[in-house]
Each structure stands twice: as C-alpha cells, then as structure tokens.
C-alpha cells in the first residue's frame, strides 16, 4: 500500500508509508526509530564549492536540487526537538559555511545542545571563528568541527577533491587549532582497508606539522551512490540488507535507528539517503518518526561499518 | 539521609579503600558503587572483599558485565585503534587476575538499582538508564535529552559514572542528572585525586544549599597513588596507564572524548 500526505513544498516527492521493498530474500527488514538522539540539517542543501568525484549526493556549485535551509527554519526544528529529547545537532551540506546564515544557525543551536558541523575546510574565515570560539565559549556544549580531507597528502587528497584542495583545507584545519578547536579530520576510504594504520599514522605527522597536535581522525567507508556511482560503481542486488543478516545483530549501529535529516525539502530517514524519494518521511519531526525499511544499497554498507555518521564520543556499539 | 556514590573503581583499590573510609567518616549511611570495577589498576580481587566488608550496593558496568560472562573485551565501545590496543592490555590483565568467584559475583549483578530517598525517586546505573555503556558526557548531553530520560525512567534523580568526569545537570521539575566521577583514575585535570559523590536529602541538605530537597558534593579523595603505582609496575601494567595515576592526564583512551572534555586535557 502506498499512501501519500500533502505537502506545503511544491517540489517536495510524496511520502511513501507502509511500502515493502523486496527483493529475493523477501520485504526489507525495517529499523523502528529508538530514540531521536541526533538530528541533522541539510543546511546548505546539495551545494557544494567543491565537486568531489566520491560524493555520495553528488553536490556540487550548481546542484540545487535541495536549497539553504534559514535560521527560522531551523530555529522551528530545534524548538520541535525539545519535546523529543534530541541529544546531539549536526550540520553537514553541501558547504555549510556557504550558507550565510550559518554562523547565527550555529550561535542559536548551542543554546540548545552540542553541535557538529562538517565541512570540507576550504572556506573558513579568521573572523567566523572568533565568532564561533566566543558562542562555544558561551555555551554548557562542544562546538565540534569535522573536517573532510582524503588522505595525507595531496596525491591521494586531490584526484578527488579538486586541485589544491588539500592545501586548501590545511590551511583550514591550522585556523581552526588557532581558534581553540580541535577538529576530527573524517577521510573516506578509497584505499585497500589494511592500509588503514599506515594512513593514520602518516595522518597524525602531517597534521602535527600543521600545528594540529591532538589529530582527531575518523575513517568512513565509501557509499557506492550519487558521483561515486558514477566514478566506480553502484551496488549489486544482492548488496541489500535481508530478514536473516538482522537476527542477532545490534540495530542501534543503523543512523536511522536513532537520527533524522531536515533539509529544505522536508525531514528524510537519514543524511546518506536524502537523494533517495522514498527516503522522505514528513514535513515534520513528528511525521518522521515511523520505521525505516532497509531498501538501498547504503543501508548495506551503513549494516556492515556501523555508526557511520555520528562522532566518536556518541559512540553506540552495544 | 546521606549517600556514598562511587564510580568506576578500575582495580584502583587503595583509592576505594580511602573513599570508603572518607564516606563514613562524613556519616554516608549507604555506599553504592555504580559499575566497573576492573580495568587499568593492579589486583583486581583486591577489590571485591572492600565491596563485600562495607556492604556496598552495587551494580554492574560494562566491565563487570564482560569480565562476568567471559566476554572477549570490556565493551566500552573505542573506535580508534590505539585506545582498543591499550583497552585489550588492561581487560586480559584484569580478566586474567579476577578469581572464578568472583566473576560469578560479577556476573549477577544487577544493570540498575533504585531508591526513594525522603520522597526523591532515585535511579542508580552505569553509562545511562537505557544503555549501560553508553558515554553521557557533560558538553555532548542536551538537556532535554536527560528531561526525556527522567521522564522515560520515572526518576527524579539518575546517579550514573562510566564516562570519568563527574558533572550535573538540573532539570524540569527539580529533578537532577548527575556524574559521579570515578574512583580508578584522576580526572584528566593534571591533579592525582579521585572523586565520589555525596548526596544529602531531608534533614541532611545543609542550609545553605539552593535545593532544600537534594544536595550534591562532589567529593575529591586523596589516596597513596605512589603505591598505586608502584604496584602497576610490580605487575607490568603498561607506563601510559601508570602516567595517568601519576601526572592526573590521560594518555590513553582520549578519542572517545568531546571537543570540550579533550581541550581540558594534556594529550
């Protein structure tokens, strides 16, 4: 059964409640919400100054398919929040520093709770962050920085991420040191998974020569959708998460057992997902708070990495 | 009524030991232990005979849960390869020198305890009401998420450690989250004490506090953190684990920290 609610955006998609997914092994196995734990913004939508050829929602400086979100329209979900008792708050785009009124979106969320922001580095300003040290200085909350480098060096960084962007977003991570912050460098793996360490440990010297002498870093899997699709390759069929792969195994490691996204065309399951239609769960928080059946392929690789989205310190392994 | 709340004991038995005697003496007429009491330190079934002589309530952390049921690691959930190695090094040691009994001991303890203390309802747990090794930390909690645990929980005070850094929060209607610190090593802040805390409710809230009905002091313990030390290294207890009892600063286990929590520290 396929139902539909009205919606207010014109180009929203409908959203889509009850439907099965299936596949050989039968209908998607589905993730009841436990609890709203974290709750993302979309806030700079699908645009990007950066066109980073793994991306998996593809943005770039001309997709517009999601816009800005506005400090009123994020103010709106926070105050929602309060009654779900939303631990954490993340911001991720696109850019988020793009958007202009991020500072103030940021100012007011720490009022509210601990923010994360991440951020490809590029466009950083010495003022922003003085701005953004005194409201986290302000605040009972951590203001946490994730920073989007692929790999110590511009030879693995750049083929991805755009010529310079390496230097570019050093230049970025040594701002956000002198501001006090200690930024967790999330990289994603487009190398062999036992080359892990020896990436790190390359990581952390590079950024102790950049003035970062307490490297945070985070490594993410690749998610085979939006332009990494296209640079490598998308999932198979049988990349899907089944009935059986769920018994024994500890939900609370899906996002979408305990996150929702807001972006400017309403709240979608996940960050990951927000290109997906049948993602889109509501106008609203409390019409987003139904189960989630496991259909795409990143749900796959969200099963097998687990806690790919939240920081460390939210740890949830069970 | 007056209450002992120990965190994390982590083998640190002298600082129990110091803990347990600094609680009496200030007339606490009940000691909880809130969960973990292996990890880090030496002689870990030095422990459990200062629990039992005291009548200690206790519950069971994650450690406690791991240890009791012969788990492969203590569960604290570290995703950086560095604190996992240094994690494994004190979790064998550990399981390794806690007797069979008392794992069984270990093993049946119960994930949470609660009390009505002068018409306060009060929880007890590890990490949180709903995880036991989940990290509550005092920069990265909002506070109507701890209003949604109270409200989930029926309590009107949650006592919970795990975490390392004792803090509080007050919420809606009066009620109370707090962090008790822990007993097995310093709080990341350069001194070598420990803490446990007290709460006083009724007649026992002293006069000036701001809450008639429940008052909370962190308490720091001074304890000989010089023997500690020495016996880590009688048992080859790795030097990082030994520099922390020490200096007061972490050395391992630092990546789960926030942004905040991480800035307070050295390394």
């Known amino acids: 059964m396929v139902a539909t609610h009205d919606t207010s955006d014109l180009d929203a998609a409908p959203v889509l409640v009850g439907q099965e997914a299936t596949s050989d092994s039968g209908p998607a196995p589905r993730v009841v919400l436990r609890h709203l734990d974290e709750l993302w913004f979309q806030v700079s939508g699908t645009l990007c100054n950066l066109e980073c050829t793994h991306c998996f929602i593809s943005c770039s400086p001309r997709n517009n398919s999601f816009g800005y979100l506005t400090l009123a329209e994020v103010e709106r979900a926070l105050e929602e929040s309060v009654r779900h008792g939303v631990k954490e708050y993340y911001f991720t785009g696109g850019e988020p520093f793009l958007n202009r009124d991020i500072l103030p979106i940021l100012e007011k969320t720490l009022e509210y709770g601990p923010a994360t922001v991440l951020t490809n580095g590029t466009v950083l300003k010495p003022e922003w962050l003085e701005r953004l040290r005194a409201a986290e200085d302000r605040s009972l909350y951590s203001l946490e920085f994730r920073v989007s480098i692929d790999g110590p060096t511009s030879e693995t960084n750049d083929p991805i991420r755009g010529p310079r962007t390496f230097a570019r977003a050093m230049k970025g991570v040594e701002l956000l040191c002198r501001h006090g912050f200690l930024p967790i460098i999330t990289m994603t793996r487009t190398w062999p998974d036992e080359h892990d360490a020896e990436v790190l440990g390359q990581f952390r010297k590079v950024l102790a020569q950049h003035g970062c002498n307490r490297p945070r870093l985070k490594v993410l899997p690749r998610l085979k959708i939006g332009a990494e699709q296209q640079r490598t390759c998308g999932y198979t069929d049988t990349e899907r998460v089944t009935q059986q792969m769920m018994a024994d195994y500890d939900e609370s490691q899906l996002v979408c057992s305990h996150s929702r996204i807001v972006t400017s065309k309403g709240v979608y399951v996940c960050p990951i997902l927000i290109e997906e239609p049948d993602a889109r769960m509501g106008n609203t928080l409390d019409e987003a708070l139904g189960p989630n059946p496991l259909r795409h392929g990143a749900c796959f690789t969200c099963y097998l990495y687990g806690s790919i989205c939240t920081n460390p310190s939210s740890s949830k392994r069970e | ?267």
């Open chain 2, 1 to 267: 009524m007056q209450l002992a709340l120990f965190g994390g004991v982590y083998n640190n038995w002298l600082a129990l030991e110091s803990a347990i005697h600094d609680a009496r003496r200030r007339g606490a007429e009940q000691l909880f232990c809130l969960g973990d009491m292996g990890a880090f330190g030496p002689h870990p079934d030095r422990v459990f005979p200062l629990l039992h002589d005291h009548n200690v309530i206790c519950i069971q952390g994650n450690y406690d849960d791991s240890i009791g049921n012969d788990l492969s690691d203590c569960q604290c959930g570290y995703t950086d390869p560095r604190d996992n190695y240094f994690a494994q090094i004190s979790y064998e040691y550990t399981y390794e020198h806690t007797s069979p009994a008392s794992r069984a001991w270990l093993r049946d303890l119960p994930k949470e305890h609660r009390l009505e203390a002068d018409g306060l309802k009060m929880l007890l747990c590890h990490g949180s009401p709903r995880q036991t090794n989940e990290f509550l930390w005092e920069s990265t909690t909002s506070t109507h998420f701890l209003d949604s645990l109270a409200d989930e929980y029926d309590a009107d005070v949650i006592f919970a450690t795990h975490s390392g850094i004792h803090w509080q929060r007050r919420l809606d209607h009066g009620r109370r989250f707090v962090n008790v610190g822990v007993l097995g090593r310093p709080e990341n802040d350069g001194r070598t004490c420990v803490w446990y805390t007290l709460a006083r409710t009724g007649s026992d809230v002293s006069t000036d506090s701001d809450d008639p009905r429940l008052e909370i002091e962190f308490v720091p313990v001074e304890y000989d953190f010089a023997r500690l030390a020495a016996e880590m290294r009688a048992e080859s207890l790795p030097e990082e684990f030994v520099e922390t009892i020490c200096t007061g600063w972490w050395t391992t286990c630092l990546e789960v920290l926030p942004a905040r929590e991480r800035r307070r520290g050295r390394f």
